[in-house]
């Protein structure tokens, strides 16, 4: 980084945070999909885009919107999350959340799951959230 004024070196090294993430165990056996949910915030000053979702806890993970079509709800996986500087996505019940898919072994309340989340210029960035039966 020799020659490299300090504030790129810091801009390029800034990435979003997962704040206040959860994933909510719904009752039953064993649950095939959790839902997850926080805050997405991007401290950065450049624009950051959210291109995909993994976790080793679950055979797919992925970014889903709800909407609401003729007074249907309908959820559909999103390809990208823009976050432009300083903005912050909300991810809730009934809007924008995570989709984990087919749990790699029984969860239980209180477990921390380890998502990670890949941008759109290639790098990333990973946040553990709890699994918990209620909303904190």
């Not at 959790?34 to 970014?63: D, I, Q, W, Y």
């Not at 996505?89 to 989340?117: C, D, N, R």
């Amino acid at each position: 980084m020799l020659g490299t004024p300090v504030s790129q070196a810091l801009a390029a090294e800034c990435v979003p945070v997962l704040k206040d993430g959860w994933a909510r165990l719904p009752p039953g056996p064993q649950p095939m999909m959790l839902a997850g949910f926080g805050r997405l915030e991007n401290p950065c000053k450049t624009p950051a885009s959210v291109v995909a979702v993994s976790s080793a806890a679950f055979m797919h993970a992925s970014l889903h919107g709800t909407t609401q079509e003729g007074g249907v709800s309908r959820m559909r996986e999103i390809d990208a999350l823009p976050l432009a500087p300083g903005a912050t996505a909300t991810l809730a019940p009934g809007g924008l959340h995570l989709m984990l898919m087919h749990p790699s072994a029984p969860l239980k309340e209180g477990e921390q799951i380890a998502v990670g989340f890949t941008l759109a210029d290639g790098r990333a960035f990973t946040a553990e959230i709890p699994v918990r039966k209620t909303a904190p």
